[in-house]
C-alpha cells in the first residue's frame, strides 16, 4: 500500500470514529471486513455515511440479484438451474426470508438516496450490519449445501433445441 493510500485509509478511520461514537456504529474494522468500506478513502466527501451506506448497498443488491436468480431462475446461466435442484425446501424457505430482508432495504436505498439524512445514514448502516450478521449464516448453508451436492446433480442437457 502506497504512502498516500495508507494516509488516506487512516483518515478515513478517524473521521468514520467520530460517527461511529456519535451514533454507536459498529467499529470500523468489521464493517470494512464485511463491506470493504475501506474503498471510501478513494472518494472526497463531505457525507461519509453515505458512502460507506453505497458499499452497503451494493454488496446487498448483489446478493439479492443471486438469490432471485435462485428463486425466480429467468434468464440465468444454465448451471443455475443444476444447483437449485440440489436445494431442500427449507434451504429455499431461508433464501426467501433473506430476499425479504434485502428488498426491504432496497427500498430504504432508494429513500435516502432521494433524502440526505445524517442520522438515517447512521441507522442504516447499524442495522445493515446486524442483519448482515444474521443472514450471512442463512448464505453460507445454501452455498455449503451447493458446493457439497455439485458434482452428485451437475448435468447439462445435451439434446438442445434450436428453434
Same mark, same amino acid.
Given at each position: 500500500?502506497? @504512502?498516500?493510500?495508507?494516509?488516506? #485509509?487512516?483518515?478515513? @478511520? ?7 461514537? +456519535? ?5 470500523? $474494522?468489521?464493517?470494512? =471486513?464485511?463491506?470493504?468500506?475501506? *474503498? ?18 451494493? +454488496? !446487498?443488491?448483489?446478493? #439479492?440479484?443471486?438469490? $432471485? ?17 440440489? #436445494?431442500?425446501? $427449507? =434451504? *429455499? ?10 428488498? @426491504? ?10 433524502? !440526505?439524512? $445524517?442520522?438515517?445514514?447512521? @441507522?442504516?448502516?447499524? =442495522? ?24 452428485? *446433480? !451437475?448435468?447439462?442437457?445435451? +439434446?438442445?433445441?434450436?428453434?
Amino acid at each position: 500500500m502506497a @504512502k498516500d493510500e495508507k494516509l488516506c #485509509l487512516e483518515i478515513l @478511520k478517524k473521521d468514520y470514529q467520530k460517527f461511529q461514537e +456519535k451514533y454507536n456504529l459498529p467499529i470500523f $474494522e468489521k464493517l470494512n =471486513e464485511d463491506f470493504q468500506i475501506e *474503498k471510501a478513502a478513494e472518494v472526497e466527501t463531505d457525507y461519509l455515511l453515505r458512502e460507506i451506506r453505497k458499499f452497503i448497498a451494493e +454488496k !446487498f443488491s448483489d446478493y #439479492l440479484k443471486f438469490i $432471485e436468480s435462485i428463486l425466480h431462475p429467468i434468464n440465468v446461466p444454465i448451471f443455475v438451474f443444476s444447483f437449485i435442484r440440489t #436445494l431442500r425446501v $427449507e =434451504e *429455499k424457505n431461508k433464501l426467501m426470508e433473506v430476499y425479504k430482508e434485502l428488498a @426491504k432495504r432496497e427500498i430504504e436505498i432508494i429513500e435516502l438516496d432521494i433524502d !440526505f439524512n $445524517e442520522e438515517k445514514e447512521a @441507522k442504516f448502516i447499524d =442495522e445493515s450490519y446486524k442483519l448482515w450478521q444474521s443472514i450471512k449464516k442463512d448464505i453460507l448453508d445454501v452455498i455449503s449445501r451447493i458446493k457439497n451436492n455439485w458434482d452428485n *446433480k !451437475f448435468e447439462v442437457n445435451n +439434446k438442445g433445441y434450436f428453434g
